[in-house]
T-cell receptor, first 114, second 114 residues
Framework: AQSVTQLDSHVSVSEGTPVLLRCNYS??????LFWYVQHPNKGLQLLLK??????LVKGINGFEAEFKKSETSFHLTKPSAHMSDAAEYFC????????????FGQGTTLQVKP | KAGVTQTPRYLIKTRGQQVTLSCSPI?????VSWYQQTPGQGLQFLFE???????NKGNFPGRFSGRQFSNSRSEMNVSTLELGDSALYLC?????????????FGPGTRLTVT
């Protein structure tokens, strides 16, 4: 069965330093992968997606992610954290190629310290 | 374009009652999915609709049901509410149910069961 694992439940960085949020997936094929962000009391906002094109994917707000099939990873990075990046981040995979069902990781809370 | 809208935003119900939540997708989107978000279980897939047909259903009891109308708007219903149904219910819309298609989420309906 497919699964998504976010390796850190909480990450704390200082403003201006790099961000790394880790995600591993388990799938019998190359899935579509997504990163979403959720600010308090809000819905999910799509940051970026990978769909078997370029392995380095650029998203909104300076985020990017690299798909590594050999490591079954899809880690999210940003060179320099802003205070406004503090939120919860979710990595997700599609259940299969012909369904919209998303399988989510447990989420990573990003804290940004001034 | 207007985003995904969900009504109501907040709801308080008593155990044993039933509830109906509504979701209006982005104009032109024909696929709607529902997710339940709780602190303990995270984000879990409920069901997916496309062209008024349920394509996929998550592992939830029969008390959870949904439907989609000809204008792509969707409703979900929970009967005989239990305390454990307290959650944020998120609706997402996409152009199609293809695995590569990104989903856009609404702000959610916060259901509290007392």
């Amino acid at each position: 069965a497919q699964s998504v694992t976010q390796l850190d439940s909480h990450v704390s960085v200082s403003e201006g330093t790099p961000v790394l949020l880790r995600c591993n997936y388990s799938s019998s094929y190359s899935p579509s992968l997504f990163w979403y962000v959720q600010h308090p009391n809000k819905g999910l906002q799509l940051l970026l997606k990978y769909t078997s094109a370029a392995t380095l994917v650029k998203g909104i707000n300076g985020f990017e992610a690299e798909f590594k099939k050999s490591e079954t990873s899809f880690h999210l990075t940003k060179p320099s954290a802003h205070m406004s990046d503090a939120a919860e981040y979710f990595c997700a995979s599609h259940g299969s190629s012909n369904t919209g069902k998303l399988i989510f990781g447990q989420g990573t809370t990003l804290q940004v310290k001034p | 374009k207007a985003g995904v809208t969900q009504t109501p935003r907040y709801l308080i119900k008593t155990r044993g009652q039933q509830v109906t939540l509504s979701c209006s997708p982005i104009s032109g989107h024909r696929s709607v999915s529902w997710y339940q978000q709780t602190p303990g279980q995270g984000l879990q897939f409920l069901f997916e609709y496309f062209s008024e047909t349920q394509r996929n259903k998550g592992n939830f009891p029969g008390r959870f049901s949904g439907r989609q109308f000809s204008n792509s708007r969707s409703e979900m219903n929970v009967s005989t509410l239990e305390l454990g149904d307290s959650a944020l219910y998120l609706c997402a819309s996409s152009l199609s149910p293809s695995g590569a298609t990104e989903q856009y989420f609404g702000p959610g309906t916060r259901l509290t069961v007392t």
